[in-house]
């Protein structure tokens, strides 16, 4: 069983298109995050949620809409995507919110934009 | 805010050999420090970690030092394995703040 999951593993879309990425974990945690990798593998955070409610928005553009409709879910939508969002995009997720407690990543998936 | 540097970035080692990773932090304040290992076309997974109010720790062939005073923690991996070749990420956080991850070292295990 896959404790955090995430779809699509690829996404390859045009410049402009509207996207979505879905999360799901069953580790019954209540935090969730979701981190963009760049090309040089540096892993940065965007967004976390607690128990459905942000809690951290790292300065992303409106463009980038996270929704949480449960405590297991957490997607990510993206409006007009430019090519700068071409990366891969991981979701996490922990026991709570403290921050000192070990996070538990997705396989990403690798968003390319043409 | 928390600044994590990671050396070296690239690190290739003998198999058999040991390999050693070191992470520094600015926050004097941060108190927990994981360290994932990221395979190829995987996501990080959590290999060891280290609370402030231990010096070291060790997990079979991983073991992790922490140095407060210093602001310096460090990944010692012993008679390393080819499948311990993967990204190798340090992380710092304090109570109530983001993980602020390092660069990422590249271990190579040359058989």
């Known amino acids: 069983d896959t404790a955090v999951s995430q779809t699509p593993k690829y996404l390859v879309t045009q410049m402009g298109n509207d996207k979505s990425i879905k999360c799901e974990q069953n580790?019954?945690?209540?935090?969730m995050y979701w981190y963009k990798q760049d090309s040089k593998k540096f892993l940065k955070i965007m967004f976390s949620?607690?128990?459905?409610?942000?809690?951290i928005n790292e300065t992303v553009p409106n463009r980038f809409s996270p929704k949480s409709p449960d405590k297991a879910h957490l997607n990510l939508h993206i409006n007009s995507l430019e090519l700068g969002d071409s990366a891969v995009y991981f979701c996490?997720?922990?026991?709570?919110?403290?921050?000192?407690?070990?996070?538990?990543f997705g396989d990403g998936t690798r968003l390319s934009i043409l | 805010g928390e600044n994590v540097e990671q050396h070296p970035s690239t690190l290739s080692v003998q198999e058999g050999d040991s390999a050693v990773i070191k992470c520094t932090y600015s926050?004097?304040?941060?108190?927990?420090f994981p360290w994932y290992k990221q395979e190829l076309g995987k996501g990080p997974q959590l290999i060891i970690d280290?609370?402030?109010?231990?010096g070291e720790k060790k997990d079979q062939r991983i073991a992790v030092t922490l140095n407060k005073t210093a602001k310096h923690f460090s990944l010692h991996i012993t008679e390393t394995q080819p499948e311990d070749s993967a990204v190798y990420f340090c992380?710092?956080?304090?109570?109530?703040?983001?993980?602020?991850f390092g660069p990422g070292t590249r271990l190579s295990v040359l058989p």
């Open positions: 926050d004097s304040a941060s108190n927990y």
């Open positions: 580790l019954g945690h209540d935090t």
């Open positions: 949620y607690n128990n459905k409610e942000l809690i």
């Open positions: 992380a710092a956080v304090n109570y109530g703040q983001n993980f602020v």
């Open positions: 996490a997720s922990s026991r709570s919110a403290g921050g000192n407690q070990p996070q538990h």
């Open positions: 280290i609370r402030s109010n231990v």
